[in-house]
């Protein structure tokens, strides 16, 4: 058989309105894009989104038509980050939550049963 388009949604923040910049950012997304190609995902990438715009991000991704075939999905956000969650670009915290109600059963039925990696990297701010 085919084999399944597999989908993976890497975002990452760079720059912040009132934090500081994410040097290497675009190094580690690099690697991490990497990474998930060769273990054979169609990667979607963001990049410097606010909270609002992650949370889109993630309804759209939810919304894939290729989530259907794939067996097992990928999640990626890097940023800077806060006990609350990772930062979107207005340095408001999204919480890490709100990735698995995005892609709960309710909310994304594709992925019924299909398991989920969440990677998130975050510099800590306090």
């Excluded at 290497?24 to 060769?38: S, V």
């Excluded at 410097?48 to 939810?62: D, G, H, P």
């Excluded at 006990?83 to 594709?110: H, M, R, W």
């Amino acid at each position: 058989g085919e084999r399944p388009t597999q989908s993976a949604l890497l975002i990452t923040n760079k720059t912040f309105d009132g934090y500081s910049t994410r040097h290497g950012a675009e190094k580690d997304e690099y690697e991490m894009h990497c990474m998930l190609a060769d273990l054979g995902y169609d990667v979607v990438k963001c990049r410097n989104l606010t909270v609002k715009e992650i949370e889109e991000a993630l309804q759209k991704f939810s919304k894939h038509p290729h989530l259907v075939h794939t067996d097992s999905v990928f999640v990626v956000i890097m940023s800077h980050g806060s006990l609350q969650g990772v930062c979107g670009t207005d340095c408001k915290p999204f919480e890490i939550e709100n990735i698995y109600k995005s892609l709960n059963t309710q909310n994304c039925p594709a992925l019924h049963n299909k398991p989920k990696v969440i990677i998130i990297q975050r510099r800590m701010r306090h």
